[in-house]
Every structure is written in C-alpha cells, then in structure tokens.
C-alpha cells in the first residue's frame, strides 16, 4: 500500500541576527517542539532532521506559528500509523499463507471430488455426479484419443449419486491406465433435457507448499484447496 504525504513546507528564508530575547525564545521553540514530536513520532530521526532544519531557516522576527508545528505533528504521526498498519497488513498475509498451507497438509491421503470430468483410471476411476430432477442418464466414457471405452443407460435420481469404472469396456476388454473423461446426458419422465454436472474423485497424493496458493496433487493434477467440492471418508 503506496503512502502519499505532504511533506513540511521548509521556509526558505535567510537567518535575520538574533538578539538575545530572539535566540531564547527560538531556542525554547525548538525544545518544547523536539519533546512533542519524540512524543508523537516515536523519536523518528527523519522527522527530527526536518524539524531542525525547519527551526534554523525561519525567521525569529516571524517564527512558523505554533499551530502549523501541530498540524506538521498530527500529520507525521498519521503518517507512522499508516506505515505500522502497512506492517499489520503483512503479518496478517503471512499468517493467513501459513494457515492455508496447513490446511491443504491435512487433505494428504484423503479422497476428495472436484469439478471435472476427466479422471485417472489405474484399476478404478471415480466420478460423482449431480442431476436436479429423477431422471435417465446415459454415461459415456472416452479415452484421450477420444475412443468410446464404455457407455451404459441408468435411472437416476434427483441429488448426488457417484459411478465406479472398474476399467472395462461393454465387450469386457480391460482398457489401459490414463486419462479418461465422462459425460453424462439425461432426461426426465417428459423427455426434457436435464443438466447433469460432473466431478472428479481421487486421493490427494502430495501437496506443493511452495506454490501459492499451496496446491493438492491427485492423479497427476493440482487443485488448490477452494476447488474442493466435498471430502469422502475412506471405508
């Protein structure tokens, strides 16, 4: 976050000769002065230099008002405020980061569903599925040059259900592990089209801490920890 300040305006006028009444009252100015903004600004050295350098250019025959050095206080110690908020700020970010890489160490060997419809068969593969109303799905399941591996017809109902590929094909042929995707078309009793959406389940392997956010592996994919649709307990 960008922090705009005005800085003090610094007169630029000569140093007329002071007197000895001047100099005391220029010099009590400057001590009354440096105490309030040690108070204020926490003994900022920069702010002191300019405050010094403001005291020595003024004009003791028409020293800078007691108010504008109040208001060039109040302004600095906003400025301060602003900055330690700013380091607030990061503190908060880091723990936050903190926080989500613990979170996704906890998915380690769950099972977990996804949005997706494509996923890793090797010896069995996952899908759930939503369909608002009762209906008739046809599944269909292609392999990634796009060969149909297996279809099949089923009477669903309205709500989530979940499909298990064992990996064979309609002739019995066991197909081979990849990559395989699913889509599902239904109606219902009126044969009206009805939209059916699809996820992905597997086993979170491993989980990339040194992305951010951190990233969950499953079948050979990241998903970071909000694409998470629901957690299935293991049997």
Same mark, same amino acid.
């Given at each position: 976050?960008?922090?705009?300040?005005?800085?003090?305006?610094?007169p630029?006028?000569?140093?007329?000769?002071?007197?000895?009444?001047?100099?005391?009252?220029?010099?009590?100015?400057?001590?009354?002065?440096?105490?309030?903004?040690?108070?204020? !600004?926490?003994?900022?050295?920069?702010?002191?230099?300019?405050?010094?350098?403001?005291?020595?250019?003024?004009?003791?025959?028409?020293?800078? *008002?007691?108010?504008?050095f109040?208001?060039?206080?109040?302004?600095?110690?906003?400025?301060?405020?602003?900055? &330690?908020?700013?380091?607030?700020?990061?503190?908060?970010?880091?723990?936050? &980061?903190?926080?989500?890489?613990?979170? !996704?160490?906890?998915?380690?060997?769950?099972?977990?569903?996804?949005?997706?419809?494509?996923?890793?068969?090797?010896?069995?593969?996952?899908?759930?599925?939503?369909a608002?109303a009762?209906?008739?799905?046809t599944?269909?399941i292609?392999?990634s040059?796009?060969q149909?591996?297996?279809?099949?017809s089923? !009477?669903?109902?309205?709500?989530?259900?979940?499909?298990?590929?064992?990996?064979?094909?309609?002739d019995?042929?066991?197909?081979?592990?990849?990559?395989?995707k699913?889509?599902?078309?239904? &109606? *219902?009793?009126?044969?009206?089209?009805?939209?059916?959406?699809?996820?992905?389940?597997?086993?979170?392997?491993?989980? *990339?801490?040194?992305?951010?956010p951190?990233?969950l592996?499953?079948?050979?994919?990241?998903?970071?920890?909000?694409?998470? &649709?629901?957690?299935?307990?293991?049997?």
């Amino acid at each position: 976050m960008a922090v705009d300040a005005t800085s003090p305006i610094i007169p630029t006028s000569a140093p007329a000769s002071s007197s000895g009444s001047s100099s005391s009252s220029s010099n009590s100015s400057s001590s009354s002065t440096g105490t309030t903004a040690a108070g204020l !600004a926490n003994n900022f050295q920069t702010f002191l230099t300019l405050l010094t350098t403001q005291l020595q250019n003024q004009n003791p025959l028409d020293p800078l *008002d007691t108010n504008q050095f109040t208001a060039q206080l109040v302004q600095f110690a906003q400025v301060e405020q602003q900055l &330690k908020m700013n380091d607030q700020m990061s503190s908060l970010v880091t723990l936050q &980061k903190t926080a989500q890489s613990t979170q !996704a160490l906890s998915f380690v060997g769950q099972t977990i569903g996804v949005d997706g419809s494509t996923a890793a068969f090797n010896g069995s593969a996952t899908w759930n599925f939503n369909a608002p109303a009762n209906s008739t799905a046809t599944i269909s399941i292609t392999n990634s040059a796009g060969q149909t591996a297996y279809t099949g017809s089923y !009477a669903v109902t309205a709500g989530n259900a979940s499909f298990v590929w064992d990996g064979k094909g309609n002739d019995g042929t066991q197909w081979p592990a990849g990559d395989y995707k699913m889509t599902v078309t239904a &109606k *219902d009793a009126s044969g009206n089209d009805v939209a059916v959406s699809t996820e992905i389940q597997g086993v979170v392997d491993s989980v *990339d801490l040194t992305a951010s956010p951190a990233l969950l592996s499953m079948g050979g994919k990241n998903y970071t920890v909000d694409q998470i &649709k629901r957690v299935v307990r293991s049997n």
